[in-house]
């Protein structure tokens, strides 16, 4: 990942909400000294109003809840559940939307996933896709969202000339469109089976009807 710059990370601060809370309480403070309630060290009473912004505002975690999600080849079904249980209400309407897309199409994959990539329905690549985009691609990503200031994500223009926001939508749609393109792969093969076992019954039985006496 790019280091990011001083102004940056400036941004990132301002926009965050203990930057934003901080200021609104040295802001009562000065309101206190202008309309007379205090006088005496008022400077140190502001400054110590915006350090108990700074340092009282809980940090956001949903981004190492996303990032540390434990994923066992054993219950990815259930951890992907884990997963957008805990940072469904840091995302935006629509990025959770596609997200619960993502999950719909993953409960599918995953409990046959193995069944369908020894039966020879799913190749190995795919199979790995849908791993990887259990373990890792789908924690970074909202994991890189997350660690954002919410202002920041909704507002701040990137260098692409999109938001966080916007970026996360389309990194998480590029991640459903993947996945349902391994569904249909797989299903496509299994309907392939069926015919196949189809033709097989009719051509066997109809030997059996020709040769009755």
Same mark, same amino acid.
Not at 89 to 101: E, F, N, T, V, Y
Not at 108 to 136: A, C, H, M, N, Y
Not at 179 to 189: E, I, N, P
């Given at each position: ?20 809370v901080? #200021?609104?309480?040295?802001? #009562? ?27 009282g ?42 997200? %619960?897309?993502?999950? %719909? ?20 690549k795919?199979?790995?896709i ?38 996360l ?45």
């Amino acid at each position: 990942m790019t280091p990011l710059s001083l102004s940056q990370r400036l941004q990132l601060f301002l926009y965050s909400g203990r930057s934003i809370v901080a #200021c609104l309480l040295a802001m #009562c403070g000065l309101a206190l000294f202008f309309t007379g309630l205090i006088h005496a060290y008022w400077w140190a009473i502001v400054a110590g109003l915006y350090g108990v912004g700074i340092l009282g505002w809980p940090r956001n975690n949903l981004a190492e809840k996303a990032e540390r999600t434990e994923l066992s080849t054993e219950f990815l079904a259930q951890q992907v559940r884990r997963l957008v249980d805990a940072v469904a209400q840091g995302l935006p309407r629509d990025a959770l939307d596609c997200l %619960h897309s993502i999950q %719909h199409t993953l409960s599918e994959l995953l409990p046959r996933l193995e069944e369908l990539r020894d039966r020879g329905v799913i190749t190995s690549k795919d199979s790995f896709i849908v791993q990887e985009t259990v373990r890792r691609y789908l924690p970074d990503t909202l994991g890189a969202y997350l660690r954002l200031p919410r202002l920041y994500a909704q507002a701040q223009q990137l260098s692409d000339g999109r938001t966080a926001s916007q970026t996360l939508l389309d990194q998480l749609r590029v991640l459903d469109t993947s996945l349902k393109d391994v569904a249909r792969s797989a299903y496509a093969g299994d309907a392939e089976t069926l015919v196949i076992n189809g033709k097989f019954l009719e051509h066997r039985f109809s030997e059996k009807l020709a040769f009755r006496p």
